[in-house]
């Protein structure tokens, strides 16, 4: 069974700091999605990591992903406020030959002033 | 282009009614995945379809939920007689191909059984 954990669980930064968010998963896979999530809000696509090694940045937030040791990073690189969310991985079961995916558990990022 | 539409948005039923969410898939895509998510918690597969055919149901719950994806028009889950446990965020995401492309998540229903 596919499992997919995240930590921390909750992360409150400061302005300005640097930080990383991890993404481990339990069974083979070649693709994994992040996604953000605001307060009532649906998800919002991210980042998606097609292959070992691929790495992704946009703005503030940079995505890595080692299919050897299944593990996604997403390291936020001085934060500001509005980055303040929940963050997600997904990973899709059956290491990709399906879209049907299975999300961690979440990050809640706090950003404070 | 539109996104992935659902309907209604917010939807409060009383216990023991039933509710039905719609999902209108984007253009082009033919798969729709519908996913739960209780307060504080992650997205949990619920069932994946393609027209006219429920492919995986394995994250539904056996009894009172049901889903479907008609040849014609939105993709519907219904819950009958709902309780207060399924009160949820309830999202839809529909992608082109059933493997190896990208899903896009719509803006979710958040169902409130009081």
């Known amino acids: 069974e596919l499992k997919v954990e995240q930590n921390p669980l909750f992360l409150s930064m400061q302005e300005g700091k640097n930080y990383t968010i991890y993404c481990n998963y339990s069974?083979?896979?070649?693709?994994l999605y992040w996604y953000r999530q605001d307060p009532g809000k649906s998800l919002e696509s991210l980042f998606v990591?097609?292959?070992?090694?691929a790495v992704k940045q946009e703005g503030r937030l940079m995505a890595s992903l080692d299919t050897k040791a299944r593990l996604s990073t997403l390291h936020i690189t001085a934060a500001v406020h509005d980055l303040s969310a929940t963050y997600f991985c997904?990973?899709?079961?059956?290491?990709?030959?399906?879209?049907?995916?299975?999300f961690g558990t979440g990050t809640l990022l706090a950003v404070q002033p | 282009n539109a996104g992935v539409m659902q309907n209604p948005r917010h939807l409060v039923r009383r216990r023991g009614q039933e509710a039905r969410l719609r999902c209108s898939p984007m253009?082009?895509?033919?798969?729709v995945y519908w996913y739960r998510q209780l307060p504080e918690e992650g997205l949990k597969f619920m069932v994946y379809?393609?027209?006219?055919?429920?492919?995986?149901e394995s994250g539904m719950p056996k009894e009172r939920f049901s889903a479907e994806f008609p040849k014609e028009g939105p993709s519907i889950l219904r819950i009958q007689q709902v309780v207060r446990g399924d009160s949820a965020a309830y999202f839809c995401?529909?992608?082109?191909?059933?493997?190896?492309?990208?899903?896009?998540f719509g803006q979710g229903t958040r169902l409130t059984v009081v």
């Open positions: 997904a990973v899709p079961l059956k290491g990709g030959a399906t879209n049907k995916l299975i």
């Open positions: 379809l393609q027209k006219e055919n429920i492919i995986d």
């Open positions: 069974t083979t896979s070649d693709r």
């Open positions: 990591l097609l292959s070992n090694g």
């Open positions: 995401a529909s992608s082109r191909t059933g493997a190896n492309t990208e899903a896009f």
């Open positions: 253009k082009g895509h033919s798969h």
